[in-house]
């Protein structure tokens, strides 16, 4: 196995895998698992919802390539069309209910990222001012929600009530829908992130997923035999993976 970065304290475990289970998936990309158990997931021009044996598609994608989804709220889904600069919200059964084209608005706010925000908001992120907006779906506005931030972000991860983000120099935040900027910690490098909590994360460093432990500073190995394109997800102390065609479904708390 590769070596770890360094840290002061490592913790090598056997994760207690209850009702591991896998199965093949023909996707071209995989966004996770929602709370009531249904995968998401792109396969040729179609967005799909797979809840046990049903399927709902999404069918609009011949013009864009998606670039960002969101499925923290399953009766709210978003997703981000970066090069045509728009925004649609599903419903829980893939129906468009809206659509928003922020290249018509003024003044122009690049979306580059997004995801669903408390009281009918959507966060925006734009990489060449980077600043963080909130914008309301209702009001047809955008709010400036941080200052230009010092350092360039290199991952930006939404919640329903905060984001969290981390710079270049790879120190972690935290904001909330207010725009209080807390500062987390510092990680170690990684490939990929996928926040739990304000003190644990999941990182992908060389070919291991490991839930890592801010404070700390303690690494469990959590799944090795990652590749660069390996994509996951958690929600409700299910743990999926997403690598070559094949998802990985593990029941585990990791929260």
């Known amino acids: 196995m590769k070596s770890l970065p360094p840290t002061l304290f490592i913790l090598f475990f056997s994760l207690l895998l209850v009702g591991q289970e896998k199965q093949s998936l023909d996707a071209y990309h995989y966004y996770g698992q929602d709370s009531y158990k249904a995968i998401y997931y792109q396969q040729g021009s179609n967005f799909i919802k797979q809840e046990g044996n049903t399927i709902y598609k999404y069918s609009n994608l011949s013009d864009s390539s998606i670039s960002k989804v969101d499925i923290s709220n399953p ?9 045509t600069q728009k925004i649609v919200v599903l419903d829980n059964k893939l129906n468009e209910i809206q659509s928003y084209f922020f290249s018509d608005k003024t003044p122009f706010v690049a979306v580059n ?46 919640s329903l009530d905060q984001i969290y983000f981390v710079d270049e ?20 490098r990684f490939k990929k992130m996928l926040v739990l909590d304000n003190k644990i994360t999941l990182l992908h460093i060389n070919d291991n997923l490991y839930k890592y432990h801010v404070y700390s500073k303690k690494f469990d190995l959590i799944y090795e035999g990652l590749k660069d394109d390996s994509s996951f997800y958690y929600s409700n102390q299910i743990l999926t993976i997403f690598t070559g065609g094949e998802l990985t479904t593990i029941n585990t708390k990791l929260d």
Request: hydrophobic share 35%; net charge neutral; proline share 4%.
């Open 169 to 188: 120099n790879y120190d972690w935040y935290s904001c909330t829908i207010y725009g209080e900027i807390d500062k987390i910690g510092h990680l170690p």
């Open 75 to 83: 009766l709210r889904i978003v997703l981000l069309f970066e090069n």
């Open 113 to 158: 990222d997004t995801g669903y925000a408390p009281l009918n908001k959507l966060w925006v992120f734009e990489k060449s001012s980077n600043r963080v907006y909130l914008y309301d779906t209702r009001r047809d506005q955008l709010e400036k929600l941080t200052p230009i931030l010092t350092s360039k972000i290199c991952h930006f991860q939404t």
